[in-house]
């Protein structure tokens, strides 16, 4: 009797089942089984005494998980949760569960390549290896430009896309037959086992999140079709209080458990039946951003995280604990910022406009060293997505891509996007409200 083949399928940062390629081609083998790891080494502190996870994305990525089990479930695929470091656990699961084939998401990125290529130079010779991109709405190898030639201004790469590039078609992901169901593990059930306290979110808080695909989808649903919020997008996205100010993808974006893909077509369903208009084509935008990001960090490697960034611009970096604690506390000189900060203290959250206030006050007017900045924001935000948060802190501190190398007027912008300093009070004298 022939040996049963199996396939593997370790989940990273595309905790989902639709528009799946890894899981599509694993679903062809006798038998599939999924892996999550949970790893130990982004619940220790770091050089700046920080976390990489903390307990608003612990809690997002722990109801991520759950969602993924079931919903593997639906497809008769095991998933087993283990605690510890993947480099270790994904080999000794093979050779636990004979596996012959492992199927992953590539990655591009210093710490995700390091231990991708110690599971590769590890596993037995007779696992094979299948990598896949998943994270892009278009694929390093679908755009018209090799990697060193990439743009190093957004508008000719969004250009050159839009008039040549297509988005893939979602990929469709099959059940497994019942038989293929068994007894699994999990280590982690609950954020007190990773070493954090249960904890609920103010309840002013501009969107209660939940993690998960099924979470996903249907924020994507009730943005879309049943509050058409799509339709003014471009003219709200700057907004700070309520849901529907902004899509709020980007959490779900962020560990994969929403497609880039899955968004581009359900904005092109929506156009189909209530028309296009500058705020569809806006959010379609906004994920070319994502994209580019991304592009980025593949072109510029560990620049992406040095001091000088992309252009290796030297500044005179301060590294200032007091400075540093009056920004993470919300306690500086200028209300607005601090308004941002204790939302993101409170919430694991802030807007996009938000960012791009605090992040320009910290580097250019107290002239802190970026990164630490940065560091904070991955440890806390719950969409934190490596390309994006460092790429973005280099845009705005004067060290990555951007042109003119701007710095923003917080009281202005103050002015202008919170006129009333309803979002202020909102978050400085909350038992105003």
């Given at each position: ?29 006798d ?31 722990m ?138 979110i ?25 509050t ?41 369903k ?32 560990n ?19 007091v ?17 941002n ?93």
């Amino acid at each position: 009797m022939q040996k049963q083949k199996t396939a593997l399928v370790w989940f990273t940062n595309n905790l989902r089942v639709h528009d799946n390629k890894a899981l599509k081609d694993a679903s062809q083998y006798d038998r599939v089984i999924g892996l999550y790891c949970f790893d130990q080494t982004l619940f220790e502190s770091t050089q700046f005494g920080l976390k990489k996870i903390e307990k608003y994305r612990a809690k997002f990525l722990m109801e991520t998980v759950k969602n993924l089990k079931s919903n593997l479930n639906t497809l008769n695929i095991p998933l087993f949760i283990l605690y510890g470091r993947p480099s270790y656990l994904v080999n000794e699961f093979c050779l636990t569960h004979n596996v012959d084939a492992l199927f992953f998401q590539k990655e591009y990125t210093f710490e995700e390549v390091k231990i991708i290529d110690e599971i590769k130079s590890s596993l037995p010779s007779n696992v094979k290896i299948n990598e896949y991109n998943q994270q892009f709405l278009l694929d390093p190898d679908d755009i018209p430009f090799e990697t060193d030639s990439l743009p190093e201004i957004f508008t000719v790469f969004r250009r050159s896309i839009e008039a040549k590039c297509e988005v893939k078609l979602l990929n469709e992901i099959p059940s497994m037959p019942e038989s293929n169901l068994m007894a699994d593990k999990c280590d982690v059930e609950q954020i007190e086992d990773l070493g954090f306290k249960a904890f609920n979110i103010p309840y002013h808080s501009a969107f209660q999140f939940k993690g998960g695909e099924t979470s996903g989808i249907n924020r994507l649903i009730d943005y879309f079709y049943k509050t058409k919020s799509l339709q003014v997008y471009k003219y709200t996205r700057n907004g700070f209080i309520g849901d529907n100010y902004s899509s709020k993808f980007s959490p779900w974006l962020a560990n994969g458990s929403l497609s880039a893909r899955k968004i581009y077509w359900e904005v092109k369903k929506f156009e189909s039946e209530y028309g296009a208009n500058e705020s569809t084509y806006w959010l379609i935008f906004e994920l070319y951003w994502r994209d580019y990001f991304k592009h980025l960090a593949i072109k510029h490697q560990n620049d992406l995280f040095k001091i000088g960034g992309f252009k290796h611009k030297k500044y005179d970096w301060k590294q200032d604990p007091v400075l540093i604690d009056q920004w993470i506390n919300g306690k500086t000189a200028d209300p607005f910022v601090n308004a941002n900060m204790v939302e993101l203290h409170q919430t694991g959250w802030m807007s996009n406009r938000g960012r791009q206030n605090v992040a320009s006050y910290f580097a250019k007017d107290l002239k802190l060293d970026w990164r630490i900045g940065a560091s904070y924001f991955e440890s806390l935000l719950i969409d934190y997505d490596v390309h994006s948060n460092y790429g973005n802190w280099q845009y705005v501190s004067g060290v990555g891509n951007d042109p003119r190398d701007r710095k923003f007027n917080v009281k202005l912008q103050a002015e202008r996007y919170d006129k009333n300093g309803k979002f202020q009070k909102l978050w400085l004298q909350p038992s105003l409200f």
